[in-house]
């Protein structure tokens, strides 16, 4: 076991109770006191992935944790990422690399370790990796927040943990528990949490914080109080109810659509009409929050939709990412949705494809990686003819288009093999083409967040108004780099404010009291 000091584990009573958040949180406090601090997820699943500097895939919400602690993202802080390709089945990448294709049950299954020496599991295998990032982060910063996945209480995982209790009793590390109190039934998680862990991983549940609750704090005394005499563990923190927090998080429509820049109220539009945007709701999306950049824009509103009608009155139609190209090209056209992309094109009507979405538009899709289905026709709108690779490419590049200056990022198997006569989407300033294409209203493009530039967002933005007979007009001041540092400050302030971070600091600095006691029955 290494030794204690200078670490956190942040679990939750569940997923989606706000450890992400709560994370950047206690990282960007950090930073404002002057402490270097990193974070760390030892294995996530999720989607919405980003490229470090050095060419790595991780989490976004790592990348995101990264910024509210004032460091670059690194491969060290989300050493294994899961991305679901299915129902059962998924990519696991590992130090930022794909490392192989596998069902739930072959993650859990016997099998090789690390260097050829054998292990229980491949989960086993990854505990080594895992705690070598942790300690070579320890190695370089203050502390480290860690945070968990799904519940530390999942009590048939546990055994081969190595995200929730497993990482915090390999590194010595304190935990607290935080419990989403708008669910309801904060107290009962908390308290099943904790007697639902063995005795050796409950001394090291060193406390509690309620997340997102609405009203008089005091009326949550008497709770605390008996919650307390049950556990003889303190609640550290009861952070209020924020609109707009949801930044970056793992996974899901759901939570995307309480994404922090689309809750936030952007203002009115700057000129005399909105401009509206619909998100094909594709299975398997990835990078959701590629849009989050055009819903900062005043006068700018974004819709999920699933339905071709509810393309009708959009003036943007996005295709985002997704893992599933091919899945999501046959969902679009079980659905109606291809049709109506493809009329909408004919009339000029402005379309934008991303990464997955961009293959999509084109002539004619070769997977035999991905979905293995050989050669599929695509959607027929843009010029180009897309060859899945074993390799993936990652890339942090940078250009100019609409003659503004652009950067993005890039995750994808697919390689597009664009006709020499279409007219370049994102170039290298000398009319070079980098990446993309256009036909008409039909633009699209590898390369995620691309939309996060202003100037090109304001200028894409005039295109497609123009292209929509829109009288909307961008605002000139969006900057989506510091509305982005704003709600971390945000997130940073709900710490600050509202938990005991006295106590905090002593967990970090100490680890866990030596006498917490044990609540019954404890894991078998």
């Known amino acids: 076991m290494t030794g204690t000091g200078g670490g956190l584990l942040v679990a939750g009573t569940t997923s989606d109770a706000g450890k992400s958040v709560v994370t950047a949180g206690i990282c960007r406090w950090l930073a404002r006191k002057g402490v270097s601090v990193a974070p760390f997820k030892a294995q996530n699943m999720s989607l919405n992935s980003f490229v470090t500097p050095e060419g790595a895939e991780i989490g976004r919400a790592q990348a995101m944790q990264a910024q509210a602690a ?15 390709g299915g129902d059962r089945s998924s990519q696991v ?4 690399k794909p490392a192989g294709e596998l069902s739930a049950r072959g993650y859990f299954a016997a099998g090789p370790g690390t260097g050829g020496t054998p292990a229980a599991n491949r989960r086993e295998a990854l505990l080594p990796v895992v705690l070598d990032c942790y300690e070579r982060l320890r ?43 708008d669910r309801g039934g904060v107290f009962a998680s908390f308290f099943g949490t904790t007697a639902l862990l063995s005795r050796a991983d409950q001394a090291l549940v060193a406390g509690y914080v309620v997340n997102k609750f609405r009203g008089d704090a005091s009326l949550l005394e008497p709770g605390l109080d008996m919650l307390r005499g049950l556990t003889g563990r303190q609640v550290l923190g009861v952070l209020p109810y924020a609109h707009g927090l949801g930044i970056d998080e793992e996974d899901g429509l759901r939570l995307s659509l309480r994404g922090a820049v689309r809750e936030a109220a952007a203002g009115p539009p700057r000129g005399e009409e909105v401009l509206r945007v619909a998100v094909a709701a594709v299975p398997l999306m990835s990078n959701f929050t590629d849009v989050d950049a055009l819903a900062a824009e005043p006068g700018v509103l974004v819709r999920f939709a699933d339905r071709p009608e509810e393309l009708a009155d959009a003036d943007l139609v ?54 293995r289905a050989g050669t599929v026709d695509g959607l027929g709108l843009l010029p180009l003819r897309v060859r899945f690779a074993a390799e993936k490419t990652l890339a942090r590049p940078a250009g100019e288009a609409l003659g503004e200056p652009v950067a993005g990022y890039e995750i994808h198997h697919g390689v597009a093999g664009v006709a020499d006569s279409a007219e370049p989407f994102m170039t290298d300033g000398r009319g070079r083409a980098l990446d993309g294409c256009r036909a008409g209203s039909v633009w699209g493009t590898h390369w995620h967040g691309s939309l996060e530039s202003d100037a090109f967002r304001r200028a894409f933005l005039r295109r497609v108004a123009r292209d929509a007979g829109r009288r909307f007009v961008p605002a000139p001041d969006t900057a989506f780099g510091e509305l982005r540092e704003e709600q971390l400050d945000r997130l940073g302030d709900l710490i600050e404010e509202h938990a005991d971070t006295g106590a905090l600091l002593r967990l970090i600095e100490e680890g866990a009291p030596p006498d917490l006691p044990f609540v019954p029955p404890g894991a078998p």
């Open 318 to 371: 996005v295709l985002p990412g997704t893992r599933g190209t091919v899945r999501a090209l046959a969902w679009l056209r079980e659905r109606g949705l291809a049709e109506a992309v493809a009329r909408r094109a004919a009339e000029g009507r402005p379309v934008l494809g991303i990464c997955g979405g961009y293959q999509m538009l084109g002539e004619r899709i070769e997977d035999e990686v991905e979905s």
């Open 93 to 96: 990448v590992v130090l930022g």
């Open 70 to 84: 004032r460091v670059e993202p690194s491969a060290l802080m989300n050493p294994v990422l899961l991305k679901p």
């Open 139 to 181: 190695a370089r910063y203050d502390a480290v927040i860690c945070e968990g996945a799904g519940s530390p209480a999942e009590i048939n995982l546990r055994r081969h943990d190595i995200v929730n209790m497993g990482l915090a009793r390999a590194a010595g590390l304190p935990a607290v528990v935080v419990g989403d109190i």
